[in-house]
């Protein structure tokens, strides 16, 4: 199967308030655009973090099964996978409750963003 997490390298783009902040500047503002353009944003990460953890877990499933089915596989090989299992769901979480917090307070999501995409990279090592 063949996995390709570049779809999802927009999703931190999402999350940048400065486009918004630049927006407000412009003559004809208009605050309620604002929120509707920051609430859309909102509602597409929020599908792109439904396809990530799909993928993740697809990716999770393939390195499970492997692990099972490799008389050859070293012992600690399924803790592996499930140790970058439970840092990707926490991470999952953390970022999703972070959605909810006002923006200026938000830890910052486009890095947890940018962590969470990476804990793709030692899930493909372990699923091939």
């Given at each position: 199967?063949?996995?390709?997490?570049?779809?999802?390298?927009?999703?931190?783009?999402?999350?940048?308030?400065?486009?918004?902040?630049?927006?407000?500047?412009?003559?004809?503002?208009?605050?309620?655009?604002?929120?509707?353009?920051?609430?859309?944003?909102?509602?597409?990460?929020?599908?792109?973090?439904?396809?990530?953890?799909?993928?993740?877990?697809?990716?999770?499933?393939?390195?499970?099964?492997?692990?099972?089915?490799?008389?050859?596989?070293?012992?600690?090989?399924?803790?592996?996978?499930?140790?970058?299992?439970?840092?990707?769901t926490m991470s999952l979480?953390?970022?999703?409750?972070?959605?909810?917090?006002?923006?200026?307070?938000?830890?910052?999501?486009?890095?947890?963003?940018?962590?969470?995409?990476?804990?793709?990279?030692?899930?493909?090592?372990?699923?091939?």
């Amino acid at each position: 199967m063949m996995h390709a997490i570049s779809r999802f390298e927009a999703m931190p783009r999402l999350l940048d308030e400065h486009e918004l902040e630049e927006l407000a500047r412009q003559p004809g503002f208009d605050a309620t655009l604002v929120r509707k353009l920051r609430r859309e944003r909102r509602r597409t990460y929020s599908l792109y973090l439904t396809e990530v953890s799909a993928e993740f877990h697809s990716l999770a499933k393939e390195a499970l099964y492997r692990g099972a089915n490799d008389p050859n596989i070293d012992p600690g090989f399924v803790g592996s996978v499930l140790k970058v299992r439970l840092r990707f769901t926490m991470s999952l979480w953390m970022l999703r409750a972070s959605l909810y917090l006002p923006a200026k307070t938000r830890p910052d999501a486009r890095q947890m963003t940018i962590n969470l995409l990476g804990s793709f990279k030692p899930m493909l090592t372990l699923a091939s």
